[in-house]
């Protein structure tokens, strides 16, 4: 899901290095070209911004900056955690950067944004875990393209919900909080993140009158059955869309890729989902949280 090579700061697990599998035909994308990527790029790199399209090494981003869009991490490229599947640096962030919400704005402006995801890194050193940066960025990017719509793929904020109550405060029209995994790999998934509470984060900004989204990576070793448990957790707290996507491996030092789902179970899934009333669901091997985001604000469930 995101950019720019890592080279600075430590990585992010300390899983043994596995021998990568090869991946199935499937799995194949198209390397980023064409002059709209290449706009894309050199707005990015001019605003001094950091997008999860390349820090995630998103294998979608060819296709999203070809079409003249792109998912802004904000908050810096280091994040406080040290998850076993991100490709983000963990390490020391950098002081908080005020004028940021300003240049995403003026950003989304020049590239004609008109639906923008928002996400960051984890910023656990702050009291306010980054809220205060949050609410600010939705209001500029709001000031300045008021025709331009929203999601905001947030953390869990370490469950001081006065900090998730200032995204609620502002809005916006989609509110994500990814469950990345099932409950039995959480703690060697997300190494500092819980379960449950991701499951109360979705809970209250629905209680908030929020349009509530989460994804689940699959491949990781977890069962079908897991999985389904984890879509109905998720529908039982008011979650509205879920996306579901094969896991990648970024480097050799993360958690390797124990299967490749196929395409098949992938639409298996998404008719799970929907016949357990989620109302939106997105699901195969490339997809990811910001994947398709645009749709996300109305339901799938007519068009599916």
């Known amino acids: 899901m995101e950019e720019t090579p890592i080279t600075t700061a430590t990585p ?8 990568r599998t090869k991946k199935p035909d499937w799995l194949r994308v198209k390397l980023p070209i064409g002059e709209s990527y290449k706009q894309v790029r050199n707005l990015v790199d001019t605003h001094k911004l950091h997008t999860i399209c390349e820090s995630g090494n998103c294998p979608n981003m060819g296709e999203c900056w070809g079409a003249g ?10 994040c406080t955690r040290s998850c076993g599947f991100c490709a983000v ?13 300003q240049r995403v704005a003026e950003a989304i402006y020049l590239m004609k944004v008109k639906h923008a995801v928002i996400t960051s890194v984890d910023r656990d050193e702050l009291k306010d875990g980054g809220s205060i940066i949050w609410a600010n960025t939705i209001k500029a990017v709001r000031s300045l393209n008021a025709d331009t719509t929203m999601e905001t793929l947030i953390p869990d904020f370490r469950g001081q919900w006065e900090n998730l109550q200032r995204i609620i405060d502002v809005a916006p029209e989609v509110v994500s909080h990814n469950l990345e995994t099932v409950e039995r790999l959480t703690k060697q998934v997300r190494i500092q993140a819980k379960y449950h509470r991701s499951l109360e984060v979705i809970r209250r900004l629905k209680d908030g009158g929020m349009r509530t989204k989460s994804g689940i990576m699959l491949g990781l070793g977890e069962t079908k059955e897991e999985v389904v448990q984890a879509m109905q957790d998720l529908y ?13 491996q970024p480097t050799p030092k993360h958690l390797p890729v124990v ?5 098949d179970e992938f639409a298996e899934l998404r008719e799970i989902g929907y016949n357990m009333g989620l109302d939106y669901v997105e699901s195969g091997p490339l997809v990811r949280s910001s994947y398709h985001a645009e749709k996300h604000i109305h339901s799938g469930r007519a068009a599916k």
């Open 236 to 248: 039982d707290n008011g979650c509205d869309v879920v996306t579901l996507g094969q896991y990648l």
């Open 259 to 263: 299967r490749f789902v196929h395409p």
């Open 12 to 19: 992010c697990s300390t899983a043994p290095a596995a021998p």
């Open 89 to 101: 640096a963990t390490g020391r962030p950098e002081a908080v950067d005020w004028d940021e919400p």
């Open 69 to 78: 869009t792109a998912t802004f991490m904000i908050l810096g490229n280091i």
